[in-house]
């Protein structure tokens, strides 16, 4: 089975803060994916990575970066927590042009 | 502009009252609908890919169905715990080698004993 984990299941952070966000999978995948899900507006893609030190912006890549230094781990970085950030962050992976298998989830409040 | 749009936003039904979900789509030159189910305060989970008209997937209760404009999953004699939200989703035309999605907002269903 496809694990795909994600460092945190909540998290609370104070505007200003720089949070990481840290994804691992266990199944070899070239690609890896961030979301955020907000009610009303579904799963946004932040950012994606097709290899490892590769990175392609989505559609709301705005305030945050990313790290892919290990083929199996990808990282999302809010360089400076924002209120609006607040929101459920989902990772997921996938070997190539088939389906994506998400990550749990992180639950991410800022103050 | 590739975009889908799932109806209803929310379903309610009784236990073993059977429905459907849809998924509608336009994306120029479909490479493949994604369902998902998704449990509150979870990632989302695979259910099936559909990639061409007239193709249908089966598990469980759920049927999965394809045509040229939408996709409807079928649910049969529902029982509570397929309550969730169901999430559809398509690739987009995107000329890399990777695989990116759109995603519609989802369907709430609600299954009542």
């Known amino acids: 089975d496809v694990k795909v984990t994600q460092s945190s299941r909540y998290l609370v952070k104070r505007t200003g803060e720089k949070v990481f966000l840290e994804c691992v999978q266990d199944?070899?995948?070239?690609?890896m994916f961030w979301y955020r899900q907000d009610p009303g507006l579904g799963l946004r893609l932040i950012y994606f990575?097709?290899?490892?030190?590769?990175?392609e912006k989505g559609d709301i890549p705005e305030g945050y970066s990313v790290s892919r230094e290990k083929k199996e781990r990808f990282s999302l970085i809010l360089e400076s927590a924002s209120t609006n950030q607040t929101s459920m962050y989902l990772c997921?992976?996938?070997?190539?042009?088939?389906?994506?298998?998400f990550g749990p989830g992180t639950r991410l409040l800022v103050l | 502009e590739d975009q889908v749009t799932q109806s209803p936003e929310a379903l309610r039904l009784q236990e073993g009252e059977s429905s459907s979900l849809n998924c509608s789509y336009t994306?120029?030159?479909?490479?493949?609908l994604f369902w998902y189910r998704q449990d509150p305060g979870k990632g989302p989970e695979f259910l099936f890919t559909?990639?061409?008209a007239g193709e249908e997937k089966e598990k469980e209760r759920l049927k999965a169905t394809l045509t040229k404009k939408e996709s409807f999953l079928h649910i049969t004699a529902p029982k509570p715990e397929d309550s969730a939200t169901y999430l559809c989703?398509?690739?987009?035309?995107?000329?890399?080698?990777?695989?990116?999605?759109?995603f519609g907002t989802g369907t709430l269903l609600a299954v009542q004993p």
């Open positions: 997921a992976s996938t070997p190539g042009k088939e389906t994506q298998y």
């Open positions: 199944m070899d995948h070239e690609n």
């Open positions: 990575s097709y290899d490892v030190k590769m990175k």
């Open positions: 994306v120029s030159g479909l490479r493949g």
């Open positions: 559909l990639y061409s």
């Open positions: 989703a398509v690739r987009e035309n995107y000329g890399g080698a990777t695989n990116k999605l759109i």
